[in-house]
């Protein structure tokens, strides 16, 4: 059956797009579209509708095909004819209108929505920009201000604000079909022009020109580097300067430099990675996930209140609780200074933050548990503490009901022996700040369920975090592979690289912060408790934790004693370099026996993030990752690795595996070779040439 059906309604000729599930714009789609503007030329329709049959318009270009030598008719060919027909043209939208959809939508003469669509330009996020006339329409349509927040963002609009924005002319309720008709008509009767975007004036004011170098700042430290934002708002410069033809050249000239940029490979693989990581390998798909009606949560701590906010945005009740009502008050307070700092900064209204609250109530009896379908322990990271309260709770929870532990590192297996239920038990490993965070590790126990884990991946993904399926090892995925990332970061500290330098490296390459900023943000005292739970072997040598643990026997707990690492601007919070740990660090080598160094930002990058892949291959290998790009997902939503060099998986294959392999052998050459055994799995595929990406 064909994509695209063309027929006349009432001397309408509308062009129905059927293309599941989103009706991306495939060549199939592109051809058809082709075929109905030519039959629609020559016909007796008065006027053209363009509209789209399933969840949604036209979800852009199809990504898929990305990459692959281009098939005729392109997008712009297709767009070329539709902005030139000679009949009045509409778009009627439903769901999202993105990308290269909500471009053909702004090639129409007139564009009608449902009052629930939105549109967008999220180009961005896959590290292009819109490249069929987005970023020179756009500005034409909507004024400067509004074209760079919608295409430099990414985010849909909504319909009615899209209306205000002058993006849409009309918002339709009900009946799509019926009132685009009723709309078609309209403008017939009026006799509306065939206004074209293409010829509206557009020119920059001061405060434009002021709005493009403010965002061209704000986005370089946002952004970290992409280059898609910059790109883009030279476009919209260009949309201002240049007539309208040049500025489609410059805008295809920038979305060629894009498609061809490394960065936009990585960000096209996040996508589909994201995408991949909710499938379950080897799962009977006759096995559905249940219904979770109502959900348990035990600790009102910062965790426990952080996960309780989560599916109390998603509408579904919780009942957290603790040992004492005291507990439960400061908890439940917690999560209300948190959402009055969210009314403040305008994410949420004081109404929707009431409605949120109604869905939380504090409990310090188990027995309120006793009807409830999920229940998370978010307790004290202590094994014996842990199995308590899975006591209890399989003493009253209701026999169906499914326990969880939010867990980094008890065995999940020990926790499910003292229930009579291990298969109903797993782990939900969330990330701080919970509400915030969008990682979900969800961790298999040797005996946990099918039904129990599709529960959980459609649970994490209705509360809207990326779940990511782990098996059972100390840390799971994520923990586990930051170990030899900080083994490594220490080990450059005590070899002489300062703090300053080891974070202003890995963040000029894209951390989000760097390794031992982030230690000071956690707090040092975490990792010196956890530590002493560990066997001498598991500890390592003392060079990769000597430093941390004398900073924690000072009082130097990170930010929070206002000191670790860095010392912190008491008001901003600002890190100031501490020379007394520069001088701590040496002294420590002295001890050890290691003589300092001069160690270049390369080396330091190089280090960390090949220490990070090799322990990310063994996790593989063994199979507590499904793939590797799951590791990619853990990667960039849980630990502020950079999307644009889509995880650490992905960067140690675009380097090319061999040369991994290689530089590893040289550093465990120089440095200590234990740290430095090249993972089996890498091995191997450096020397067969295959890929990381098809290892199953
Ligand atoms: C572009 O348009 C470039 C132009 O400016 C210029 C060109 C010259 N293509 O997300 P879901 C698949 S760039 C191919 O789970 P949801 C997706 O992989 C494009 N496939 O559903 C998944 O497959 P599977 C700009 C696509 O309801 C399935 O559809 N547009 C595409 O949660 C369902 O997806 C975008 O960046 C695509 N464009 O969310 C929009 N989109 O089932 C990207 C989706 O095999 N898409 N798939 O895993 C989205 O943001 C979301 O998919 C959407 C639906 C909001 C539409």
């Known amino acids: 059956m064909s994509v695209v059906t063309y027929h006349l309604k009432d001397a309408i000729g509308v062009i129905t797009i059927d293309n599941p599930p989103v009706n991306a714009m495939s060549h199939a789609v592109r051809s058809g579209l082709v075929d109905a503007l030519d039959t629609a030329a020559e016909d007796d329709s008065q006027a053209l509708l363009i509209i789209c049959k399933g969840r949604t318009f036209i979800a852009g270009a199809d990504i898929s095909e990305f990459g692959k030598p281009p098939k005729s008719p392109t997008l712009r060919d297709m767009l070329d004819m539709l902005d030139s027909h000679p009949k009045l043209t509409v778009a009627a939208i439903h769901g999202t209108a993105l990308g290269g959809g909500f471009e053909t939508a702004l090639c129409c003469n007139y564009r009608c929505a449902l009052d629930t669509a939105k549109v967008g330009l999220p180009e961005v996020k896959l590290g292009l920009l819109p490249g069929a006339g987005g970023t020179q329409r756009t500005p034409r349509l909507a004024g400067a201000a509004d074209a760079i927040t919608l295409i430099t963002q990414g985010n849909p609009m909504p319909a009615e604000q899209a209306l205000t924005s002058g993006l849409i002319d009309q918002v339709v309720q009900g009946d799509l079909l019926a009132g685009a008709v009723d709309y078609v008509h309209r403008l017939i009767a009026e006799d509306a022009p065939r206004r074209r975007a293409r010829d509206l004036p557009f020119s920059l004011s001061d405060e434009d020109r002021e709005a493009i170098a403010s965002a061209r700042k704000s986005l370089a430290k946002k952004t970290r580097g992409e280059h898609a934002p910059q790109r883009i708002l030279d476009c919209i410069e260009a949309a201002a300067t240049l007539d309208f033809n040049s500025g489609l050249a410059r805008e295809r000239e920038l979305f060629d430099a894009c498609m061809t940029d490394p960065q936009s490979a990585a960000m096209r693989h996040m996508f589909f990675a994201e995408r991949q990581a ?405 091995q191997q595929l450096a020397e067969s040439g295959e890929s990381l990406k098809d290892w199953q």
């Not at 999920?374 to 990271?381: M, S």
Request: hydrophobic share 40%; with cysteine.
């Open 278 to 682: 909710a499938k379950i390998q080897g799962m009977d798909p006759s096995v559905a996930p249940r219904d979770i009606g109502s959900v348990g949560i035990i600790g009102a701590g910062t965790m426990g209140g952080g996960i309780a906010m989560c599916f109390a945005q998603a509408g579904i009740p919780v009942t957290l609780l603790d040992m004492n009502s005291d507990a439960v008050t400061a908890g439940l307070d917690r999560i209300r200074k948190n959402y009055a700092i969210s009314v403040k900064r305008g994410r949420f209204s004081e109404e929707q933050v009431n409605a949120i609250m109604a869905n939380i109530e504090g409990s310090s009896d188990y027995a309120d548990l006793a009807e409830t379908d999920l229940v998370i322990e978010a307790v004290f990271e202590n094994l014996a503490v842990k199995q308590d309260v899975f006591r209890s709770l399989d003493s009253v929870c209701k026999a169906d009901a499914i326990l969880a532990s939010n867990t980094s590192y008890q065995s999940i297996d020990d926790i499910a022996a003292v229930t009579s239920r291990p298969q109903s038990v797993l782990g939900t490993h969330f990330f701080s700040p919970a509400n915030v965070m969008k990682l979900l590790e969800v961790v298999r126990g040797a005996q946990t369920d099918d039904e129990i884990i599709a529960t959980a991946m459609a649970v994490g993904k209705k509360i809207g975090k990326v779940p990511v399926l782990a098996g059972m090892c100390y840390g799971f995925i994520g923990n586990r592979m930051l170990r030899s990332y900080g083994r490594e970061a220490q080990l450059c500290l005590i070899e002489g690289a300062t703090p300053a330098q080891i974070d202003g490296a890995m963040e000029r390459w894209g951390m989000a912060m760097g390794p031992i900023a982030v230690g000071d943000l956690a707090g040092l005292d975490i990792g010196y408790k956890a530590r002493e739970q560990l066997t001498p072997e598991q500890k390592g040598k003392p060079a990769s934790y000597i430093v941390a643990d004398r900073l924690v026997e000072m009082g130097r707990l990170g930010q929070k004693s206002g000191a670790g690492y860095y010392q912190y601007d008491p008001e901003t919070r600002a890190r100031i370099e501490d020379p007394s740990v520069i001088e701590l660090a040496a002294q420590c080598a002295a001890e050890l026996g290691i003589k300092q160094r001069s160690i270049t930002d390369e080396e330091i990058v190089d280090r960390l993030t090949l220490a990070l892949a090799n322990e990310g291959a063994r996790i593989l290998e063994e199979g507590i990752a499904q793939r590797a790009s799951d590791i990619d997902v853990v990667y960039c939503f849980g630990y502020g690795f950079p999307r644009h060099r889509g995880g650490p998986m992905w960067t140690i294959e675009a380097r090319g595996l061999d040369n991994a392999v290689q530089r590893m052998k040289a550093l465990g050459n120089s440095l200590d070779a234990d740290n430095w055994q090249v993972a089996p799995l890498l």
